[in-house]
């Protein structure tokens, strides 16, 4: 089927926000349910997610490719073990070509408004370019990653040299030559850091706090690897088995207890500092004082031995304020610098973010998430009917491939939406009572993991709960959303 316009009067099945690898793994479960009639609308002009948006030098995943991708569709044309951006867009737009999604796909239309109409059990969509769509269901792919935060800096809009975020990259500024500033030090930094300290003449890492980190051992693919593989696709698949399995036991550094696995990585990334620092004092303040599995763990084979060069300088005592064309830090420190660059990562609280949702009774998804988001699998909430969510509350992992979670999730949501094709039901709301169930035993076992023993992470809300991880490993999860139980769910016709 290609569909040859979009239709705003039309009554979709499903509307899917969003073709990040959650949407297109979305597009695709629908297709393999036999439903076609869907739109996904999409607020660039192209596919991709945080893998089109993010173009900083350096970008990567820090999940091993064999596993950052569909299991439906491996891909032996992978170049390095750990891929950077450029590959990962590529196979986005590979999968999507195959399933023939771009027919589905409505560009540069971003979502609004999505209101429920208890009456005819009809979502209305608004977008900000003024179109207007309805559909029977709705289903949020946005993800967690895709709003930048910058932090509030006194004097810091008086900056007059060039300054950007990391997810927001000007490819027209040259760094080489110059002197460059990077505030943060965490996923994204330990990535881009390494390019910029090549081309700067001069480069300062305004360091929020230390993170605990761990080599790669990254290399590329050798060329009878990747023959082999093509030819002998389960030995593909045998790998992904193993690096997943390695991802489950890393697991256990996620919950407290596990004190001699938990030391045994501590000291391994604290001997591979000592392997490229020599100077005590630098040691120190790259060593964090939070137990490792409290914040993300962060993979770099090259970080360490960039730290070394003599044209980097590492500062810890964060920064006071901006002044023109200076930097100056807590310490009294002055750093006069011609390009200031935030690796300050994302806001990730509050979910859908900027986004106008009403169930029932009109009310918004805000009003109902005042006090932190509350859903069942991370994939709804009550109140809001035939409303999906993927990536949502609670999904996110520190251990393993987070597409596993997405094509869980889609498999999920699929399966509701057949049932309401197949039936009389025309709407499904899970029941409050297995909400709250699910909710209590969410927050008693996070209550358990060692997120809960730090005060700040992007791992938790601002009043301290933690509302983006999932507590159990990928099994469970695939365990729990293999099947429906819809008698966990309010049918209505």
């Keep these: 089927m290609r569909l040859i316009s979009f239709m705003t009067s039309h009554v979709y099945t499903s509307i899917i926000i969003g073709t990040g690898f959650s949407g297109i793994a979305m597009g695709i479960s629908l297709l393999n349910k036999g439903i076609n009639d869907f739109i996904i609308l999409e607020k660039a002009s192209a596919i991709g997610g945080t893998w089109r948006e993010n173009t900083y030098p350096g970008a990567e995943c820090d999940i091993p490719s064999a596993l950052y991708s569909y299991s439906f569709e491996p891909y032996p044309k992978w170049k390095y073990k750990w891929s950077m951006q450029p590959q990962i867009l590529e196979y986005i737009n590979h999968v999507a070509d195959k399933y023939n999604l771009h027919s589905h796909i409505l560009f540069e239309q971003e979502l609004s408004t ?4 208890d009456i005819t059990s009809i979502w209305s969509l608004q977008t900000k370019q003024d179109q207007s769509f309805k559909c029977k269901t709705v289903i949020s792919a946005i993800g967690q990653l895709h709003h930048p935060s910058t932090p509030s800096i006194l004097g810091q809009d008086s900056y007059t040299g060039e300054s950007w975020h990391s997810a927001q990259w000007n490819h027209d500024v040259s760094l ?16 881009l850091i390494p390019e910029v300290a090549k081309e700067a003449s001069e480069l300062i890492i305004f360091q929020r706090s230390s993170n605990w980190m761990l080599p790669k051992q990254d290399r590329a693919y050798r060329g009878w690897e990747k023959t082999l593989v093509a030819k002998i696709p389960f030995l593909l698949r045998l790998y992904r088995l193993k690096i997943w399995m390695l991802g489950g036991a890393l697991y256990f550094l996620m919950t407290k207890g596990n004190g001699l ?7 391994k990334s604290i001997d591979f500092i000592k392997k490229h620092i020599k100077d005590k004092s630098l040691i120190k303040i790259l060593t964090p004082a939070y137990p490792m599995g409290a914040k993300r763990v962060l993979f770099s084979d090259t970080y360490y031995s960039t730290l070394a060069k003599e044209n980097v300088t590492i500062n810890s005592a964060g920064v006071k304020e901006i002044k023109s064309r200076t930097v ?6 002055e750093y006069d610098l011609d390009v200031l660059i935030y690796a300050t990562g994302f806001k990730t609280n509050p979910f859908l973010l900027g986004l106008d949702i009403r169930g029932n009774n009109g009310i ?4 109902h998430w005042k006090d932190g988001p509350k859903t069942y699998l991370g994939v709804m909430t009550d109140k809001f009917p035939n409303f999906f969510m993927m990536y949502g509350p609670n999904t996110n992992l520190g251990h393993n491939s987070i597409i596993i979670m997405s094509e869980s999730q889609a498999n999920y949501i699929a399966q509701c939406i057949d049932m309401l094709n197949k039936t009389e039901n025309k709407s499904m709301e899970v029941k409050e009572a297995i909400l709250s169930s699910y909710h209590t035993e969410l927050q008693k076992r996070l209550d358990n993991m060692i997120w809960s023993g730090i005060e700040q992470s992007w791992y938790k809300s601002p009043s301290g709960s933690i509302t ?5 490993r990928t099994m469970e999860y695939m365990r729990r959303t293999k099947s429906v139980n819809f008698s966990e769910y309010d049918l209505k016709n």
């Design 364 to 367: 918004t998804i805000k009003e």
């Design 114 to 117: 999505a209101s429920w109409d």
């Design 261 to 267: 696995l938990r030391k045994f990585y501590q000291r």
């Design 328 to 333: 100056v830090s807590n310490d009294g420190q």
């Design 468 to 472: 983006n991880n999932y507590p159990g």
């Design 176 to 191: 080489h030559g110059k002197t460059v500033g990077i505030i943060g030090n965490a996923a994204s930094a330990v990535q």
